[in-house]
Nanobody, 120 residues
Framework: QVQLVESGVGLVQAGGSLRLSCAAS????????MGWYRQAPGKQRELVAT???????NYADSVKGRFTISRNNAKNTVYLQMNSLKPEDTAVYYC??????????????WGQGTQVTVSS
């Protein structure tokens, strides 16, 4: 089992910045992908950004140029630096990890979610 713990709950004004962190713990063998998703009230959960173990990244069009995902493999931690925040970025942000164990079995894990509120 893998546990994901997020930190960085924030209330920030539009144009401000915030950094989220997510640390994985437990019986970790290989975390292939780590990423961030978000869910605004009344909307479906959507991808924000992902990163692979080799450092490749992928971003939603709505956050390109404003958000940066990074990862510390030694600490099994993923970060999301959010700049130039907009009110429409307000959502609960969820950390996600795809883990493979020693037998090659893959599991998908989610954090508990952290609220980000951007005021106009």
């Amino acid at each position: 089992q893998v546990q994901l713990v997020e930190s960085g709950v924030g209330l920030v004004q539009a144009g401000g910045s915030l950094r989220l962190s997510c640390a994985a713990s437990g019986r970790i063998f290989s975390i292939n992908y780590m990423g961030w998703y978000r869910q605004a009230p009344g909307k479906q959960r959507e991808l924000v950004a992902t990163t692979t173990i080799s450092g490749s990244t992928n971003y939603a069009d709505s956050v390109k140029g404003r958000f940066t995902i990074s990862r510390n493999n030694a600490k099994n931690t993923v970060y999301l630096q959010m700049n130039s925040l907009k009110p429409e970025d307000t959502a609960v942000y969820y950390c996600n990890a795809i883990h493979s164990n020693t037998r090659g079995t893959t599991g998908v894990y989610w954090g508990q979610g952290t609220q980000v509120t951007v005021s106009s």
